[in-house]
């Protein structure tokens, strides 16, 4: 009897263990096991970007560093040259849960100064402004949304010497989709317009892209396997509707997008744990797709 009680204990043990969720997610990535539940940005945040000039360089050669308060805001995100050479670095500060400011840091490695700082202004939960301001005060541009029935828009930027810039306008369909969006860039001129097709799970279709004399110019049709929210496929069709490029994609056991194909060359490869990316092998198209780089991601538990 005693023995049956102590290896019940044992095999509760060994189940809590594996069942106990990962403190720190790091190091180099395995196969998907990760339960989707729990190993997403709900749960945990991320703390570190990586770059590894090839997939088998020992080391990186530079990363991000990314730090939080207590209440779980992101207050630093700095850059650094390998081994520990601060080239950059941003800072935050919170107002009522909402971000309030960024302050850009640049200049000398090691001693960066402040170069900008971004202002937030805010109607209720939406963000309608951000000022971005010189170490003196002065105004460099300013980003604005004007929101109708609490939707967006419009945005734009406006300069002293621009005005009013970069203008984006949307229109949406009765569920809530983006239908259209019109580009303007200087003297409210039109630059572009996007139309846009969902089906029955509002998934995006179809992209219908027209110039500035609304004149079609390329068409994107994507295609889904079974309930997958990110397409499989996406095709890029001319005016007259022929082919002029497409990408394939695969997946994991959780739905996430593993590998990008132009035909049969690999564009890019990721590897996942639940729903947090974990590892992205990227390859160049202007050089052949030789493979040109990987980023490594590690997070906490929020």
Sequence with gaps: MKKLFYLLIIMHCMLSCKNKEIETVKGPPGPNEGDTSIYNSGHYRLTKVLQFSKSDSPEPYAYVQFDYDAQGNLVREAMYDAPDKLVTYKTYTYLDGRKATQNVYDGVVNSPTLSRTITYTYEGDLLTREDVTSVDGTVLRS????????????????????????????????????????????????????????????????????????????????????????????????????????????????????????????????????????????????????????????????
């Design 143 to 302: 980003v604005h949304n004007v929101y109708a029935n609490r939707k967006l828009a419009e945005t734009y930027t406006f300069s002293q010497s621009l005005g009013k810039h970069h203008n984006s306008r949307y229109t949406y369909d009765g569920r809530g989709n983006v239908a259209k969006m019109q580009s303007y860039m200087y003297n409210n001129e039109l630059s572009n317009t996007e139309n846009y097709t969902y089906d029955d799970r509002n998934r995006l279709i179809r992209t219908e892209r027209f110039d500035h004399r609304n004149q079609l110019e390329v068409v994107t049709v994507a295609a889904y396997t079974g309930n997958n929210t990110l397409p499989s496929s996406e095709t890029n069709l001319n005016a007259a509707g022929n082919v002029r490029s497409g990408r394939t994609y695969d997946f994991d056991v959780a739905g996430n997008q593993i590998q990008t194909m132009i035909g049969t060359n690999i564009l890019n490869k990721r590897k996942y744990y639940g729903k947090l990316l974990r590892e992205q092998i990227s390859y160049s198209p202007e050089w052949g797709f030789t493979e040109m780089g990987m980023s490594r991601y590690e997070y906490e538990k929020r």
